[in-house]
């Protein structure tokens, strides 16, 4: 089946760091450019991070860069985002999309910042 | 930055009505723009891709269109599945932007 299946999410303190994975499974995972999308609670849908096929290029949004780091393994068919310096507007569910203009979405995972 | 601004914000209408939303963007979009539909709780999912071509599996009810800096996603007899929300993205030049969505709601 074709799918992708984020973990990672969680409870964090302001600060704090989480790192999210994003598995692939059901296609040739090395092939696709590949991104980060986050929705707040209750607000719109926004691109934090993209990478492409191979690593060697990666995008950040303005107010995740320097804090959040995209990345990916392609012997394991898996994304990662490393979060670090996470604030309480980081607060959201985070999924992982095939492609830059997502053709197929992870079911998301829920980070939450708070003291 | 592009900016995308989408309109309506919310819309209600009737099964079988035609809708149409907008999505007006700052600088010229050559190519790469799409738009999606989201159920709550639930991921969002491709409908449109490259301005104008059907993902597959989406009926053809939905229908994207237009060039340069307006776009349109076009929904023709509603059903009741359509009514969520919708929302535009821009991948032709980063960073990436989404419109504000659209939730459609039955009358």
């Known amino acids: 089946e074709v799918q992708l299946v984020e973990s990672g999410g969680g409870l964090v303190q302001p600060g704090g760091s989480l790192r999210l994975s994003c598995a692939a499974s059901?296609?040739?995972?090395?092939?696709?450019?590949m991104t980060w999308v986050r929705q707040a609670p209750g607000k719109g849908l926004e691109c934090v991070a993209n990478?492409?096929?191979?690593?060697?290029?990666?995008l950040y949004v303005d107010s995740v860069r320097g804090r959040f780091t995209i990345s990916r393994d392609n012997a394991q068919n898996s994304l990662f985002l490393q979060m670090n310096s996470l604030r309480v507007e980081d607060t959201a569910v985070y999924y992982c999309?095939?492609?830059?203009?997502?053709?197929?979405w992870g079911q998301g995972t829920l980070v939450t910042v708070s003291s | 930055d592009i900016q995308v601004t989408q309109s309506p914000s919310a819309m209600s209408a009737s099964v079988g009505d035609t809708v149409t939303i907008t999505c007006r963007a700052s600088?010229?979009?050559?190519?790469?723009l799409a738009w999606f539909q989201q159920n709550p709780g639930k991921a969002p999912k491709r409908l449109i891709y490259?301005?104008?071509n059907l993902q597959s599996g989406v009926p053809s009810r939905f229908s994207g269109s237009g060039s340069g800096t307006e776009f349109t996603l076009t929904i023709s007899s509603l059903q009741p599945e359509d009514f969520a929300t919708y929302y535009c993205?821009?991948?032709?030049?980063?960073?990436?932007?989404f419109g504000q969505g659209t939730k459609l709601e039955i009358k």
């Open positions: 999309g095939r492609y830059w203009g997502p053709d197929l």
């Open positions: 059901g296609f040739t995972f090395r092939t696709y450019r």
């Open positions: 990478i492409n096929e191979d690593g060697s290029e990666k």
């Open positions: 600088q010229v979009i050559t190519k790469y």
């Open positions: 490259a301005v104008s």
């Open positions: 993205l821009q991948h032709d030049s980063f960073p990436f932007t």
